[in-house]
């Protein structure tokens, strides 16, 4: 059974750095075909895909956000990590850490964390 | 702004069928996920690949393509559908992901 967990701040300040941690079981992210990607839902409003990182290592960004973004894995720890940086109330969102299978879909999700970049 | 448009909303009446599209330059070359997202709740995948249902999914969610449009159908919608839904595939470039605009579906 997959499972995936984000975990992190809840609250920012405006220019600060977000750093999530997604961390996962049931599969392992050493495979090239297979990857966690990272989504985020501001309130009321559309699912938006930030990036993927593939077993190879491979990474694919949103090129809007590209510069602010970097993911990473560590695969001893079955884990993925988001960082955002010069984060803006725009920012604010659920961030949702989602596997990629083999096939181009996303197929499991985590249960989303909710972020607020506030003064 | 998306790269992949959707009808903002839709309504069926309980037991009908309703479509919903979602259109794309990228669908021409990529297939549509499908998303169903309830609520207060995380996505959940109904549609992949050629017509794939995952695991768990009824058969009256079924999905087709053609063209540049990729279409989500629910055949018999019950009232547990009710629900926003998002298609989901590659960029222009095809190397990230993109999600489309969104359908609420409200079963009347």
């Known amino acids: 059974q997959i499972t995936l967990k984000e975990s992190g701040p809840t609250l920012l300040k405006p220019t600060q750095t977000l750093t999530l941690t997604c961390t996962f079981s049931?599969?392992?992210?050493?495979?090239?075909?297979?990857?966690v990607g990272w989504v985020r839902q501001p309130p009321g409003k559309a699912l938006e895909c930030l990036g993927v990182i593939f077993g190879d290592d491979d990474k694919r960004y949103d090129p809007s956000l590209k510069g602010r973004l970097t993911i990473t894995k560590d695969t001893s720890k079955n884990q993925v990590v988001l960082t955002m940086t010069n984060m803006d109330p725009v920012d604010t969102a659920t961030y949702y850490c989602?596997?990629?299978?083999?096939?181009?879909?996303?197929?499991?999700w985590g249960h989303g964390t909710v972020i607020t970049v506030s003064s | 702004s998306s790269e992949l448009t959707q009808d903002p909303a839709v309504s069926v009446a309980l037991g009908q069928t309703v479509r919903i599209t979602c259109q794309g330059d990228s669908l021409r070359m990529h297939y549509a996920s499908w998303y169903q997202q309830k609520p207060g709740q995380s996505p959940v995948l109904v549609i992949y690949g050629k017509n794939q249902r995952p695991s768990g999914i009824p058969d009256r969610f079924s999905g087709s393509d053609s063209g540049n449009t990729a279409s989500l159908t629910i055949t018999g919608a019950q009232a547990e559908d009710e629900a926003d839904y998002y298609c989901c595939s590659r960029d222009s470039s095809g190397h990230h992901h993109v999600f489309g605009t969104g359908t609420m579906v409200t079963v009347l």
């Open positions: 989602a596997h990629r299978p083999s096939f181009d879909a996303f197929d499991v």
């Open positions: 049931g599969f392992s992210l050493s495979t090239n075909f297979v990857g």
